[in-house]
């Protein structure tokens, strides 16, 4: 904080500095002194006293040393701080040698006063650094000596006289008081005061001090106050001795009553700062606890140690723990009656439920059951909703009591009364009120203080009481809730399930009406499943009798307040915002006629419907607590909701499965680990022509050719070692079935595992019977090859017409007739391809398609397939580009396949190549990384500059009858057989082929060929 007095005083030849930080700095609470000659500066300082100097240091000799002896003078000024401006010639060495070390900033004057202002302001944080430090010092080190005081001293009055005495060398203050009051706090008990010695010792009585500050005792709230804002109590201190124009009042508060004060009083205005005000408060502090370590030094601690263990030892229950209190208040305070007034939560009154009169009043006889409503009585409710403990003296005369309260006050001989707010865990459950009938008696501050800390035993006791009740209770619930879980089994119906529940609310919780809703099929609609009461009709528009929309419904959630994981409708609070008023905060914790509470059925993160509940049998507007059993009989409804629909679900997917698999034209066989049949379709019957009672519990094995027990061992250990959460299957597995008649029957095999609560309980299979499909494969294949057979013969017979007239046997031709007979021989080629292509995928589909490897040059192979296609070449004048790499050895392959292959790779070149373009042929080595060592081998690829493959066909060109529509555009169809030969044939050698595009560039399609011959696979 910014100290408000910092002064500065500047020398200098010219004010333009001084008016510079006048302006500049006029927010930095700075006061500025300017001395027009340096002769004036020491008797400017003495004056004003100022934190800093300012002061310009001429070089010119004369003026300097005048300089030097003011600075030599004020030096030993308390707190100065110099600020030496220097001239352009004088050095900072030369000048700091000749002037004491402390407190001197120097620097060169400048016409540029920024650095004098961040210097100026850097000394002023620097000075209030220091002062806040010493201030702290000086604090810590008073604070010691009260203390000292405090407790050093037997006697109280003697503690007060050296502290009225101590408390003017710290505090700026002429007048001081410390007094204390009895026990009836009306008159002085302990008195000291302080009067400056220029001043007559002369006051009043203590009777008049005692009417000064009766008022000020009753407000009880520390105050300054000045001569203006209270004459008459000014008037009065005069007449008393003392002459003030100021005061600060601070009560001394024990227990939160006070019974003493502090009173300050200065002739002239002069108010206490901060760190005055806190050393009071401090000394407040210390006296209370000293006077209550004093005062209860010889109470009768043991007696309430052995009040709250004989309330835990005896087991009491509530009324008598109340009882024994009622008795144990009235004998501390030696009172007329004691009485416990319960508050009643719902309704918001007061009520008397437990009471204790002195044998002297005993006459009186039980209260009667007179209510008090804290709406209404504003003061006493304040009190007890604080946990204030007040003693209000003349009940009848207190004003700030409701008349219907005075009343009945005065019913119950209330005279002189301590009321003693009671809050179990935070919540209010009433108040202990004590009372005096005496009008001469009055509770004392050890009274006081006695029956706060047995009122305070007590709410230990009942909140130990009602943890152990509300576990009890709590236990109570789980069981039923336990017992409710048992009694709910799957074959009772989801009605009779929720009606057990809906009761179980209503017997446990103390709900007396209870609907159950849940959506229908569609969501779209929330029907009363269940309900028990709702006997009263509702003032809101929701009508149980009939099904209700759930737009309409979630539109009246939207007018609830969430509460946990429930909905409050409020409608008191509700209908008061509709008027545009406020609810009463008292009547808002009970509830009302149109209050609901509604709990989601909620599971999975899905809602299946809610439960709503009303009129609780305690009346009031539910909390967390209480909504948290609820929340389980929601989840309980929710899992018997879910569960039901799941059953009904499971049992309709079984009779569906049931139904397809009794159905269905395919064989299905289920099986445990062990491989036994534990059921078989009658599908799978008829196809091993076996009756179902010489199926079931029968090795699956036995039902399988001989030779297919290998690979179904396989199959069925695959499918036992699958990972828990691995989706394993198994398909196109092919088999062969041995029926009774002894007949093989090719079966497809399809195999998944099976899994039962969550564990594999064994697997199931389907079998498609393959003996149509084969016998239709074999057809095609002997057609294939009759079409075959007559398609070849005859172009064989062209081919060798043809070739017989080119080598000019029948005669000589002129070269146009040659050019044409070697188109037509090309062309008679590309019929003998598509049929040995056709053969091949006819061989291929049945599996009988083979290859006979040898030793060949495979670069050898390439040249003779670019000779032979370059008529085709030329005829679309295309350059041919070959880079084989002559370092390939020997390969071993089916050269006849390979040049199939490669036929088919240069065709499709030549024939998707425009005219003009380039085909690119190259071989060379490839390494590829193996499990155990490197693998090496022959790559031949083949690249056109064609239109390309788009992205999208390029996995799909291998495969049977694919064709490529960017290429449509040459005009140019196939059979689209290729390319699909060619994979299987590279396949065959162990090899791979892929393609690899661009459109509008070109493609390149590679395939390789292993460089060391597999000889093992020869030999098979």
């Known amino acids: 904080m910014n100290n408000p007095h910092f002064k500065v005083v500047v020398f200098t030849p010219t004010k333009a500095l001084f008016k510079h930080l006048g302006k500049s700095l006029t927010d930095q609470h700075l006061e500025f002194f300017y001395a027009p000659n340096i002769s004036e500066v020491e008797q400017l300082i003495n004056r004003v006293k100022p ?40 050095s900072f060495e030369k000048v700091r040698v000749e002037l004491p070390p402390k407190r001197i900033f120097l620097q060169k004057d400048s016409n540029d006063f920024k650095e004098i202002v961040h210097n100026l302001l850097t000394i002023r944080n620097i000075e209030q650094n220091l002062s806040d430090e010493v201030n702290k010092n000086r604090f810590e080190e008073d604070i010691n000596n009260v203390l000292r005081i405090v407790y050093q001293e037997r006697d109280i009055n003697r503690v007060f006289e050296r502290l009225v005495n101590y408390l003017p060398k710290s505090i700026r203050m002429d007048y001081c008081c410390i007094f204390t009051l009895d026990k009836q706090m009306r008159h002085l008990e302990h008195f000291s005061q302080f009067i400056p010695p220029t001043h007559p010792k002369i006051t009043g009585s203590v009777h008049s001090f005692e009417q000064i500050v009766e008022d000020w005792m009753r407000e009880g709230v520390p105050f300054f106050r000045d001569q203006d804002e209270d004459p008459p109590a000014f008037d009065k201190l005069r007449k008393w001795g ?75 229950d509530e009324g008598n723990i109340f009882q024994h209190t009622c008795k144990r208040l009235n004998e501390i305070a030696n009172a007329s009656s004691t009485i416990f007034w319960q508050y009643n939560k719902g309704f918001g009154f007061l009520f008397p439920k437990y009471y204790h009169f002195a044998e002297k009043d ?91 800390e047995v009122v305070r035993r007590t709410q230990n006791v009942l909140e130990d009481a009602q943890e152990v009740k509300e576990a009890q209770f709590k236990l109570k619930q789980l069981s039923r809730i336990f017992e409710l879980g048992n009694e709910i089994k799957l074959d009772l119906s989801l009605h009779n399930k929720l009606s057990r529940i809906a009761m179980s609310v209503r017997k446990t919780l103390g709900w007396n009406d209870i609907a159950i809703l849940l959506e229908d099929e569609l969501g779209k609609r929330l029907r009363v ?16 009798s009939r099904p209700i ?42 509830w009302q006629k149109n209050d609901l509470l ?73 099986c445990n680990q062990r491989g036994e049949i534990m059921y078989a379709n009658p599908a799978f019957r008829k196809l091993i022509g076996v009756p179902e009672s010489q199926v079931l519990s029968k090795k699956l094995a036995d039902f399988f050719a001989e030779k297919s027990h290998a690979g179904l061992h396989r199959v069925l250990e695959k499918l036992a070692a699958a990972e828990k959460d691995e989706t394993t299957r198994l398909e196109n597995l092919e088999f062969e079935l041995v029926s009774r008649p002894g007949e093989i029957i090719p079966v497809s095999l399809f195999g998944f595992p099976l899994y039962e609560r969550r564990e594999r309980a064994g697997f199931f299979l389907v079998l498609n019977d393959l003996r149509v499909i084969k016998n239709l ?24 017409f043809i070739e017989l007239i080119r080598s000019r046997v029948v005669g000589e031709i002129n070269p146009e007739q040659e050019e044409l007979l070697d188109i037509a021989k090309e062309n008679v080629k590309k019929v003998l391809a598509l049929v040995d292509n056709f053969l091949v995928a006819s061989k291929l589909e049945v599996g009988k398609f083979t290859i006979e490897p040898k030793q060949n040059n495979i670069n050898q192979l390439i040249e003779q397939q670019v000779d032979s296609h370059r008529v085709l070449v030329k005829s679309k004048n295309l350059q041919i580009h070959m880079d084989l790499d002559r370092n390939l050895p020997p390969l ?48 031949i690829s083949v690249q056109d500059t064609g239109a390309g493959i788009p992205n999208e066909q390029l996995e799909r060109i291998f495969e049977k009858y694919e064709q490529v529509d960017a290429n449509q555009g040459f005009n140019v169809r196939g059979t689209g057989l290729g390319l699909s030969i060619c994979k299987e044939i590279v396949n065959l050698h162990n090899g791979e082929i892929w393609a690899e595009s661009q459109p509008d560039i070109g493609s390149k399609f590679s395939f390789t060929l292993p460089v060391e011959p597999e000889y093992e696979k020869l030999e098979e």
């Not at 760190?275 to 407040?284: D, K, P």
């Not at 292959?901 to 190549?913: E, G, H, Q, R, Y």
């Open 892 to 939: 071993c392959f089916d050269s006849l396949r390979i040049e199939q292959v490669l036929n088919n790779l240069f065709s499709n070149a030549i024939k998707f190549t425009p005219e003009n373009g380039s085909i690119f042929i190259k071989s060379g080595w490839l390494e590829r990384m193996g499990e155990s060592e490197d693998k090496h081998f022959a790559c």
């Open 549 to 590: 929309g759930v737009k309409k419904f979630y539109n009246f959630l939207k007018q609830c307040s969430e509460l946990s994981s429930a909905y409050f409708y409020n409608s008191q609070v509700i209908a008061a915002a509709n008027n545009g008023a406020e609810a009463s905060p008292h009547t808002a914790t009970e």
């Open 362 to 452: 005993k006459t009186s006889g039980p209260p009667e059951k007179n209510m008090i409503f804290l709406t209404r009585e504003h003061f006493l409710s304040q009190m007890i909703e604080k946990g204030e403990v007040r003693s209000i003296e003349n009940v009848a005369l207190e004003s700030k009591l409701g008349p219907a309260t005075i009343a009945i006050f005065q019913k119950l001989s209330y005279q002189h009364i301590l009321v003693l707010p009671l809050k179990v865990h935070n919540e209010i459950t009433g108040a202990l009120i004590v009372n005096k009938s005496q009008e001469n008696e009055r509770f004392s501050i050890l009274e006081i203080h006695k029956t706060e």
């Open 242 to 316: 003392w002459p003030v124009t100021q005061v600060f009042f601070l009560p001394i508060h024990l227990r939160e009553r006070n019974f003493g004060a502090i009173l300050v009083g200065n002739s002239k205005k002069s108010p206490l700062n901060e760190q005055e005000i806190r050393l009071l408060n401090e000394v407040a502090q210390f006296i209370s606890t000293r006077i209550l370590d004093k005062t209860l030094a010889g109470a009768e601690t043991q007696d309430l140690s052995s009040f709250s263990d004989q309330l835990i030892t005896n087991h009491f």
């Open 598 to 670: 509604i709990l989601p059925l909620e599971t999975r993160n899905k809602i299946l419907g809610y439960m709503i509940v009303h009129d609780p049998v305690d009346r009031l507007k539910p909390t967390v607590e209480k909504i948290s059993p609820l929340e389980f009989y929601a989840n309980q409804a929710a899992v018997a909701v879910e569960n039901s629909v799941l059953f009904d679900k499971l049992r309709a997917s079984e009779e569906r499965y049931r139904s397809l698999a009794e159905t269905m034209s395919l064989g299905l066989v289920t």
């Open 51 to 90: 934190n800093l100097l300012i002061i310009h240091v001429d070089e010119e000799s004369e003026k300097y040393l005048s300089t030097l002896q003011i600075m030599q003078t004020l030096s030993p000024v308390q707190d100065l701080w110099f600020l030496l401006l220097l001239g352009e010639n004088l």
């Open 529 to 544: 499943s269940n309900l028990v009461g709702f006997k009263e009709n509702f003032d809101l528009d929701l009508d149980f």
């Open 777 to 800: 494969e074999r057809m095609k294949a002997d057609f294939n090859s009759m079409i075959v057979h007559d398609l070849r013969s005859p172009m064989n017979v062209i081919q060798g």
